[in-house]
């Protein structure tokens, strides 16, 4: 599985980096995770819809991060990611934390993959 990044995503994930020291180790346990269940596993993620694309876009809201202790895998971030199929490929699009933001933004999302 190839992984790529918004420029967007790697400014999201500057800034919380800031405030969650350990984003970067929680990211590369997600990213094992996705090389082998790529697809929407609801509780954990799911796909968005109406967004008028044909892209995969899938929205991950559990996810461990040890910077928030206790809280497992309701640490309130967020990662919005496209995933290729044929291309076994995913793009990282969106890095937040829930209480930043309500929603993720669905306006970069068809910017980018319209």
């Given at each position: ?14 800034k919380l ?98």
């Open positions: 599985m190839e992984f790529g990044e918004l420029e967007e995503f790697k400014k999201d994930l500057k980096l800031k405030r969650f020291s350990t984003l970067s180790d929680d990211l590369e346990i997600v990213r094992k995770v996705l090389v082998v269940c790529p697809d929407e596993r609801p509780p954990f993620s799911y796909r968005i819809s109406g967004l008028g694309i044909h892209t995969c876009v899938i929205k991950i809201k559990k996810i461990a991060c040890k910077s928030l202790k206790g809280r497992g895998a309701d640490s309130g971030l967020r990662i919005v990611y496209a995933h290729f199929e044929e291309e076994e490929r995913i793009v990282f699009i969106e890095l937040y934390f829930k209480g930043d933001k309500e929603n993720e933004d669905r306006e970069r999302i068809i910017r980018n993959f319209e």
